[in-house]
T-cell receptor, first 111, second 118 residues
Framework: EDQVTQSPEALRLQEGESSSLNCSYTVSGLRGLFWYRQDPGKGPEFLFTLYSAGEEKEKERLKATLTKKESFLHITAPKPEDSATYLCAVQAITGGFKTIFGAGTRLFVKA | KAGVTQTPRYLIKTRGQQVTLSCSPISGHRSVSWYQQTPGQGLQFLFEYFSETQRNKGNFPGRFSGRQFSNSRSEMNVSTLELGDSALYLC?????????????????FGPGTRLTVL
């Protein structure tokens, strides 16, 4: 069964303290892996799509990487405004374009 | 380009009532998916519509239904509301064309409809 597991559930950082969020996935064949950011009470905001192992994408302080079994979202020198829940999701080759989401990592950045 | 819009943004209903939520996708997007989000369960997939046909369905009871119109706009209906239906309902749209880049179909979300059942 296709599955997505994110860790840790919550992460507390000081401003400027870099860290990484993990997304482990199990799919029969990967179409793509997605990262979203979600603020409380709002819809998820698209960040990145990764398609194959070895791929990397960057946006401001965020960098997403992909291996055959997991993806990492690296946050460099975070600021308080980076505080949010970060969601990882996958689309498998089987099952059409159905998207499976992880439970998310809640990130808190303290000034 | 306008994003995904959802109406209404907030709803308060009582048990036993029914509710209809609306979603307008990004222009040119042909697929619309619906999700239920609660603090305890995270994002749960309800169903997906493409070209007016339900293409995928999650594990929700038959009280939850949806449809898609020829202009790709979609509605979701919940009948006989229960207290546990209180949640943020999210709609997401994607292109899903034969030219979708490398075969993955990125979804873009609307702001959601907050449903409270009393």
């Amino acid at each position: 069964e296709d599955q997505v597991t994110q860790s840790p559930e919550a992460l507390r950082l000081q401003e400027g303290e870099s860290s990484s969020l993990n997304c482990s996935y199990t799919v029969s064949g990967l179409r793509g892996l997605f990262w979203y950011r979600q603020d409380p009470g709002k819809g998820p905001e698209f960040l990145f799509t990764l398609y194959s192992a070895g791929e990397e994408k960057e946006k401001e302080r965020l960098k997403a990487t992909l291996t055959k079994k997991e993806s990492f979202l690296h946050i460099t020198a975070p600021k308080p405004e980076d505080s949010a829940t970060y969601l990882c999701a996958v689309q498998a080759i089987t099952g059409g374009f159905k998207t499976i989401f992880g439970a998310g990592t809640r990130l808190f950045v303290k000034a | 380009k306008a994003g995904v819009t959802q109406t209404p943004r907030y709803l308060i209903k009582t048990r036993g009532q029914q509710v209809t939520l609306s979603c307008s996708p990004i222009s040119g997007h042909r697929s619309v998916s619906w999700y239920q989000q609660t603090p305890g369960q995270g994002l749960q997939f309800l169903f997906e519509y493409f070209s007016e046909t339900q293409r995928n369905k999650g594990n929700f009871p038959g009280r939850f239904s949806g449809r898609q119109f020829s202009n790709s706009r979609s509605e979701m209906n919940v009948s006989t509301l229960e207290l546990g239906d209180s949640a943020l309902y999210l709609c997401a749209s994607s292109i899903t064309s034969a030219l979708t880049f490398r075969g993955a179909d990125t979804q873009y979300f609307g702001p959601g409809t907050r449903l409270t059942v009393l």
